[in-house]
């Protein structure tokens, strides 16, 4: 599946990948459909260069390994996420901050991703898929688990502290599940626009749903917000405790609310020391700790399958309050 420019996407032959020095070609069984690769299509985030193929929650096997390539053999099962590569070399990928990195390069964006049959990926930055996870349950651990994972640890709460999700989507349902197994002192609170997503989220153990504009029983700790939209961000900020830290878990926010950001008041949103934090991509560690704790504690992402031609269904539903729980999944092989 192509997209060739604002606004369009579909089926397409293109010549498949070849393995170069140190890549593997995989063979896609599987690739979860992401919000970022509706912010591609409708023009939000754009790729360095057009047509594209999107998708970076990719799991399937090695078909071919270049020259170079180590740790994998053909038929190994293995996953593809978001961080395609980074240099190495800087003082972010010094830090263990590859995320930071100025030549990071994104899998769907800067580099064909797993709306195909094939991709190719560098040996290094692919993950080997657990055992214990099928196809289709570690494709959305890759991008919605992980970047879950790390705004979890940025949000920086402790055992009994009060969490905020704002927004509950693929990546939401993981992180209150997340929450809930390592903090099992901490209440989760969830902001979300509809009752469809507040339902599911007290199904899965919140303390309390509400709307966004609604106010919780109590100040909140930290509130990760994983929205497209500014208002959910200028309602939070309010609900934090003095001290506190919204995590804004996101790529991209739409423009057509921005004048809601002219209702942030220093006094009522910011005074007291809250702070507020981006989440920026993900490390290979973020991939790799999701992965691996998942497969250990049988965290199972809610998802709902289609076929690759029905890309353009997937994405669209990200426009529904009533979409589906948790992520959907696009069938390759």
């Not at 060739?4 to 032959?13: D, H, M, P, T």
């Not at 170069?20 to 509706?38: K, P």
């Not at 800087?90 to 100025?102: H, M, P, S, T, Y």
């Amino acid at each position: 599946m192509v997209i060739a420019g604002r606004g369009g996407i579909a089926l397409k032959e293109v010549e498949a990948p070849s393995a170069g020095s140190g890549e593997l070609v995989v063979r896609v069984s599987v690739c979860a459909v992401c919000r970022t690769d509706l912010d591609l299509l409708e023009g939000r985030l754009r790729a360095p260069a057009y047509p594209v193929i999107p998708g970076h929650q990719v799991v399937g096997t090695v078909a071919e390994l270049g020259a170079g390539a180590s740790g994998f053999t053909v038929g190994d099962r293995v996953g593809i996420a978001w961080i395609h590569s980074a240099c190495g070399v800087c003082d972010a990928c010094g830090r263990g901050e590859e995320n930071l990195c100025a030549k990071f390069e994104s899998t769907g964006c800067d580099a064909p991703g797993g709306y195909a049959e094939f991709t190719s990926v560098p040996a290094a930055f692919a993950h080997r898929i657990p055992a214990a996870l099928d196809d289709a349950h570690a494709a959305p651990l890759l991008c919605a688990g992980a970047i879950g994972w790390r705004a979890l640890r940025l949000a920086g709460i402790r055992d009994g502290d009060a969490l905020g999700l704002t927004g509950f989507g693929a990546s939401a349902h993981l992180v209150l599940q997340i929450a809930r197994a390592r903090f099992p002192r901490s209440e989760v609170f969830v902001f979300a626009r509809s009752e469809h997503e507040r339902d599911f989220a007290r199904s899965l153990g919140a303390e309390w749903t509400g709307d966004t504009a609604d106010a919780p029983p109590q100040a909140l700790d930290a509130i990760i917000d994983t929205t497209p939209a500014w208002k959910p961000v200028v309602e939070a900020l309010p609900r934090l405790r003095p001290g506190g830290r919204l995590v804004i878990n996101a790529i991209r926010k739409e423009t057509k609310d921005q004048p809601e950001l002219q209702r942030l008041d220093y006094a009522t949103h910011l005074w007291m020391e809250r702070e507020i934090k981006s989440v920026a991509n993900v490390t290979r560690a973020d991939v790799r700790e999701t992965l691996e704790w998942s497969a250990t504690h049988s965290l199972r992402p809610a998802i709902s399958e289609l076929p690759l031609d029905r890309a353009a269904e997937a994405l669209a539903s990200f426009h529904s309050a009533a979409g589906v729980h948790g992520s959907k999944v696009l069938r390759v092989a």
